[in-house]
């Protein structure tokens, strides 16, 4: 593996949630280039149907900060709200299924792993009211709030155990289930 494959896949690897954040602002061009990250992601049939709410650390946030579960996601300097628009998706003909928040999931992720190789930290936060949520940010009916992500300066200690992860066995099935 040359050099450059090598980071990428250890900065892709090493991630792990972070719920606790410096009392230190990101960067405008670290920002800048999150945003650039999910507007050129990939989507079912380039329909891009996402909708993304960006949420810096203030006075207007305080509202939105009340419906978070744990107390740290307060600190977080950026907050992002991901949503997707299911009528503007790619819909799957044989089953109908739905490709919107699939692909909300996808450039979000893409912009979890370039925030880590900025050397940021990111929590995924699902649990959430979403009537409650689509209320306090004014988020249309039709919309789907897909997750909450805080992100900001890693706050955790070093010593966070090793998460643990199903064995390949578990997972992969060769050839057939
Ligand atoms: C879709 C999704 C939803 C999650 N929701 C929450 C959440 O509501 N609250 C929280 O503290 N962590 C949440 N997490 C973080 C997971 O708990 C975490 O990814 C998992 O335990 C693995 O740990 P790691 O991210 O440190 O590798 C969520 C992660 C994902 C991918």
Redesign the pocket.
Known sequence: MDENSKQFYDTLVS???V?VYQDREIEEEKIALLLETLRLSQSAANRQPWHFILLKKGEERKGFEELL??ETFKKAPLILVACADPDSGWERKYDGERYAVVDV?IAVTDMIAVANSLGLGT??????DPPRLKEVLGIPDNIVPV?IITIGYSDESEEKGE?VRKSLKEIIHYDRW
Not at 123 to 128: E, L
């Open positions: 991630r792990s949630s719920r579960h744990r999931t929590c995924w936060i699902a649990s959430f997750g998460t």
